[in-house]
DNA sequence: ATTAGTTCTGGTCAAGGTGACTTTAACTAA
DNA sequence: TTAGTTAAAGTCACCTTGACCAGAACTAAT
């Protein structure tokens, strides 16, 4: 039916090949410090372009798989994680992204617990990196990470997300780590604590945290739910 | 080289097809109170799927061209306007957007001023409708509008994107104008003078606009840049 | 048992921003 | 000259925010 020649052209023609990556974020504590900081886990390659670089988790589309649901597949695939935040970063389609072909990718980020993140996958070519000290990533990634870095903090200051980090009881002053650790500034404990528990969406509850060789804080729960993009909005 | 069996499992294994389209938002005076109102263009299908029925301006994107290129030159061939603003919306990828075939659209955004609006074409097959009142649309486009229009409400509440829609020197009023028209409500216009007048990026001019039958309004300029998506942030 | 050390929690205060409103300025049309 | 219109400046009460202070409640050391 096609000859050898019409393959040619329509492999020419045929549109830029699709892939999924996602920014994955997560608290751990620092190896100096011990106090949180933020990690991503990043996949070595194993064959090129790019061979032996770290790059981000990702794949190509299936063909019977929702954009988000591949997203959540190959988070699932590379570090064994299920994301408690997923939310569409933006789409790259730069002509030179990577040498061999086009390629338009779909990037996700994410946001894990600890308690997950603690027990992740991590190999010979998976490994976790400081969000702030990822080297020299295959591709655009770098750029990417950055971006997704952007955003986190963006919606952190702005929308109510620091609470995907968390558990489902938590403390203020645990809370206030993770925007310390996002923001990466210090915050006054007491205007702090103002802010929070001034926002409708956060409950307190009659539970303390014991263990602490202070005055046991009170326990919180948060009662949002999660944004308005269109793969979220028709969940409600 | 290759039989007609392979190229039924290659087809079936490829992946889905991208398309670029864009929703393009201007300010037109309306029909009744002669007000600044949103307008965006559609196109009528001329072929299955949902033929007849009014769709965004769209395309495929083809080989050579990055995705904002490929979403500036469809907004140039069906309208005939470039844009004063233009940035990425979101990627749609569900499984059954269209029913023939699985099909990602990137969307684009984008402002035009009036001026080009204006002489704008339009045809049988290109209409200018009012944001708020396109009827029932092909696909997934009345999900789309609808996002893009938050998007935009969204963003001129908080960045400064309002003077896109009009040109290089404006009065405050037209301002006002154009916040009112797109968040759908009036404004105090001393408050917002206030607020307005206080952001860096608007230059006082010494001109004044002349001919209204009032007192002549002070021309202002914007001297800012953009936003900083991953796709302007090279730019500077 | 007492004290020191820690964090939690509630409070004050000044500065700055916002919404509602008033007043004066500067133009046109009658 | 006056009425009508919008521009532009100013006032006031209210709220949010950052900086700071002090007492409360627990643990660990003396």
Chains 1, 2 share one sequence.
Do not use: C
């Amino acid at each position: 039916m096609y000859t050898s020649a019409a393959n040619v052209a329509e492999r020419r023609s045929a549109p830029p090949s699709l892939a999924i990556s996602t920014v994955i974020f997560a608290l751990r504590p620092s190896e100096k410090s011990g106090r949180p900081t933020l990690w991503i886990p990043l996949v070595r390659r194993i064959r090129e372009p790019y061979k032996d670089l770290w790059a981000l988790p990702g794949g190509p589309l299936t063909h019977a798989e929702s954009l988000q649901d591949a997203a959540s597949r190959n988070l699932q695939e590379t570090t064994g994680l299920a994301p408690s935040y997923l939310e569409q970063l933006y789409a790259f389609g730069g002509l030179h992204r990577s040498p061999s072909q086009r390629v338009v990718s779909i990037v996700y980020w994410a946001l894990v617990q600890p308690t997950e993140a603690a027990l992740a996958d991590e190999s010979e070519n998976v490994r976790w990196f400081r969000a702030d000290r990822v080297g020299d990533l295959a591709f655009d990634h770098n750029a990417i990470v950055d971006y997704a870095l952007w955003r986190l903090r963006n919606k952190l200051a702005y929308g109510s997300i620091a609470y995907h980090f968390l558990g489902e009881y938590f403390t203020l002053a645990q809370v206030r780590e993770v925007y310390e650790a996002v923001l990466d500034r210090q915050l006054d404990p007491a205007n702090f604590r103002r802010q929070i528990t001034s926002t409708p969406e956060i409950e307190e509850t009659g539970e303390y945290l014991q263990g602490g060789k202070h005055r046991p804080p009170r326990l919180y729960r948060f009662t949002g739910r999660p944004g308005l993009d269109p793969d979220n909005r028709s969940t409600p």
